[in-house]
């Protein structure tokens, strides 16, 4: 009789070693009961709830060529941990004449046997799930301390020995800038060349991009805000930005969004979103129209224009 091993761990704690103990005890069974190794898939650092693994998808590709009879496992949950799964690809097997064997559970070929092996399956993913729900409820608790949970940090925050964000001195100045460079008039693109012919880099170590840009300028982090999936807490963090400049920054997001196809399109209208208006403190965009043959330029307040709160009326533009 031939067969192959397949071992499997995943970044649960484990390491190189336990491939070695279960491909060790694999081999000791296998000679034990008169199976001929032929070769060995391995799968690192993958989870069994899933059956995106390379070795394992290609040990069931092999398997319809008739080079082996078994597939030993360590432990049935080296195979899956999810039921369907498991009974999808031991059918695949089934129909190509391979068997999956534990070299460490005594399982019967009888009626015991299918009663054993389904259940010693149900506590595999019995377990998978109980874990998963440990690890969900140690991540919701770290946030509702406001605790780092892993991830890349934005620019301008640390990490403390305590797990909590701190203010980076060195790198928050630089988040400042680009929302008052925003803010002044400049273009995401015109900031992320400066930040880049400056030498500087992302929170990544690499060079700015224009995404790096827009994220960092719609970060709630940034004005003290923690947020975890569906856990937000103010004052969560040490803010970087100031409310009422981040919430310019987001006024004018919106109006350059809609400025390229409207106001940026009136090429004399260069102080769209640089004025602000008399009354409100909103953003001025640029509008033209034509009248009697004639083109008539003038900016106008982005309150009135969006919902009506502002009556501030429209200004010519004078050459």
């Known amino acids: 009789m031939t067969g192959i091993i397949y071992a499997r761990y995943s970044s649960d704690n484990q390491r190189e070693e336990s491939i070695d103990g279960q491909i060790r005890e694999c081999k000791e069974f296998a000679e034990k009961n008169d199976i001929r190794i032929i070769d060995t898939y391995i799968d690192r650092a993958l989870s069994a709830k899933t059956d995106n693994r390379p070795s394992f998808q290609q040990m069931i590709k092999e398997s319809s060529k008739g080079l082996f009879d078994v597939i030993i496992v360590w432990k049935l949950d080296r195979f899956a941990r999810n039921r369907y799964d498991s009974a999808h690809y031991k059918n695949i ?44 409820r140690g991540l919701t608790e770290n946030a509702l301390k406001c605790k780092y949970n892993g991830g890349s940090v934005a620019l301008g925050c640390v990490i403390d020995d305590e797990q909590h964000f701190q203010i980076n001195p060195t790198l928050a100045p630089v988040v400042l800038n680009i929302f008052n460079d925003y803010l002044s008039g400049k273009t995401q693109k015109e900031i992320r060349d400066e930040l880049n012919n400056k030498g500087l880099k992302n929170a990544n170590g690499r060079e700015f991009t224009i995404n790096n840009i827009s994220k960092i300028l719609t970060n709630r982090r940034y004005i003290d805000n923690y947020i975890y999936k569906d856990v937000l807490i103010e004052n969560g963090i040490p803010a970087i ?66 919902n009506k709160t502002c009556d501030k009326k429209a200004v010519k533009k004078t050459r």
């Open 93 to 136: 097997l089934k129909k190509n004449g391979v068997k999956v064997i534990s070299a460490t559970e005594a399982i019967s070929s009888g009626a015991e046997g299918i009663l054993l092996e389904s259940m010693l399956e149900g506590y595999a993913e019995y377990y998978s799930a109980e874990f998963a729900e440990k690890i969900n």
């Open 241 to 306: 930005i100031p409310n009422d400049v981040f919430d310019k920054v987001q006024e004018m997001i919106v109006v350059n969004k809609r400025a390229p196809s409207r106001h940026k399109a009136v090429d004399d209208c260069l102080l769209t979103t640089k004025l602000y208006c008399g009354k409100c403190k909103a953003f001025m965009v640029g509008e033209s129209g034509n009248a009697r043959g004639k083109r008539y330029s003038y900016y106008k307040c982005v309150s009135t224009k969006r």
